[in-house]
Structure formats: structure tokens, C-alpha cells
């Protein structure tokens, strides 16, 4: 199985911050990573696909990049409805598997 | 409205089944591989497996944890993924979420239903 690290596991931030997530894969998946925002209680919410594409409807404060095994999410200003988790999910190699989530709080 | 809705979920002893429904509405079925992932409390996401679309010959494919106790299928005629669950276990409890995938390339997992819960407890 391919393992996916994702840092921080947490993080504290204000309104209007630059926040950034970091996933790394135990071997190269890329581009088949996907990047998805849960708020609680809810189902997950697909923002970004094929490593580096933002998925229809969502803002373009949302960004990521990376190849190889290494990638990045990236929120370029935080707003109230960001506070969530997030996690990354490889899609290349079956079983299909995700980080471990970071928690984007209020700082 | 493209829609995902799952059911079946409920409280089951331990080696029990259950089998969870997820309804789609809104696009072409067929044309869409149907994944079911599940959360445990306060975890993170576990892929379980998925049901493929007709381009992939609606292949079934599980991960190898579940493999032998989770069977998927797909009903056309009713738009419907099942996934039957066998022997169930205490660790099996989770909300049980299907999701779609477009069957290319690296799609993402963009419609998800609400999920539906079980629980394995006696």
C-alpha cells in the first residue's frame, strides 16, 4: 500500500492567513492525488484533483501543486467556512489511501 | 440534481451483515464508478473499494483489508452500488460513505451522499 503523510496533523490560523498543507506518499502517485475539505458532521468535499486542478464551484483561494510524492494544498487567505479538516488521497494504486487529515483551526 | 443517497446503515452484532444501498439521481449511472470509503469516529478516511463504470466493464475491485467479508455490485436498472457486508466486526463501525468517480485519468471523488452509520456493538 502506498502510505500518505500529511503535515501538520494540526494548525492554528487567523482569518485572512496563508495556510499550507503538506502530503507525502511512500512511492510516486502523481498526478493521481486528490485533495478534499471535511467540515463536521459532513461528507467530504472534493477540491482539488490531478495533483494540481480545482474542482468546479471551488474558490480560487484554494491551490495545490506537487509531483512525484510530494505535494502541497495551499489557502492563499483563510475564511470563516475554511475551518475544517483536510485530507489527501492517492488514486494511483489499489487500495486507494489517504493522510491521517489536518485540522485547520481558529487561532 | 446530481445526487448520491445511502441507506442500510444500523445497529449489528458482531459477525453480523448488513447491506447499504447508495441511490444515485441526476447523471448517467453507467457512466460513473461508484467508491465507498468509510470514517471511523474521530479517524480518517479508509477506502473500501469500488464499482466501476461500464468503460471499465463495471469491474469490482475491494481493498484487500475488506476482501472476502464486503461484496460490491451495481443494479443499472436501479441506479443503485450496493455493499454487502459479512462477518461484521466491532471495527467495521464507521459512517459509510459512496462517492463518484469518473472512471479517467485522475479524477477526483466529486459527489459524495451523506453517509449512513454502523454500528457493530453487542
Known amino acids: 500500500d502506498i502510505q500518505m503523510t500529511q503535515s501538520p496533523s494540526s494548525l492554528s490560523a487567523s482569518v485572512g492567513d496563508r495556510v499550507t498543507i503538506t502530503c507525502r506518499a511512500s512511492q510516486n502517485c502523481s498526478p493521481y492525488l486528490s485533495w478534499y475539505q471535511q467540515r463536521p458532521g459532513r461528507a467530504p468535499k472534493l477540491l482539488i484533483y490531478a495533483a494540481s486542478s480545482l474542482q468546479s464551484g471551488v474558490p480560487s483561494r484554494f491551490s495545490a501543486s506537487g509531483s512525484g510524492t510530494d505535494f502541497t494544498l495551499t489557502i492563499s487567505s483563510l475564511q470563516p467556512e475554511d475551518f475544517a479538516t483536510y485530507y489527501c488521497l492517492q488514486s494511483d494504486i489499489i487500495p486507494w489511501t489517504s493522510g491521517q487529515g489536518t485540522k485547520v483551526e481558529m487561532k | 440534481e446530481v445526487q448520491l443517497v445511502e441507506s442500510g446503515g444500523g445497529l449489528v452484532q458482531p459477525g453480523g451483515s448488513l447491506k447499504l444501498s447508495c441511490a444515485a439521481s441526476?447523471?448517467?449511472?453507467?457512466?460513473?464508478?461508484i467508491h465507498w470509503v468509510r470514517q471511523a469516529a474521530g479517524r480518517g478516511l479508509e477506502w473500501v473499494g469500488r464499482?466501476?463504470?461500464?468503460?471499465?466493464?463495471?469491474?469490482?475491485q475491494h481493498a484487500p483489508s475488506v476482501e472476502g467479508r464486503f461484496t460490491l455490485s451495481r443494479d443499472e436498472s436501479k441506479n443503485t452500488a450496493y455493499l454487502q457486508i459479512n462477518s461484521l466486526r466491532i471495527e467495521d463501525t464507521a459512517v459509510y460513505y459512496c462517492?463518484?468517480?469518473?472512471?479517467?485519468?485522475?479524477?477526483?471523488?466529486?459527489?459524495w451522499g451523506q453517509g449512513t452509520t454502523v454500528t457493530v456493538s453487542s
Open positions: 441526476g447523471f448517467i449511472f453507467s457512466d460513473f464508478a
Open positions: 462517492a463518484r468517480h469518473g472512471d479517467r485519468f485522475a479524477d477526483g471523488l466529486d459527489v
Open positions: 464499482a466501476r463504470s461500464r468503460r471499465s466493464d463495471f469491474a469490482m
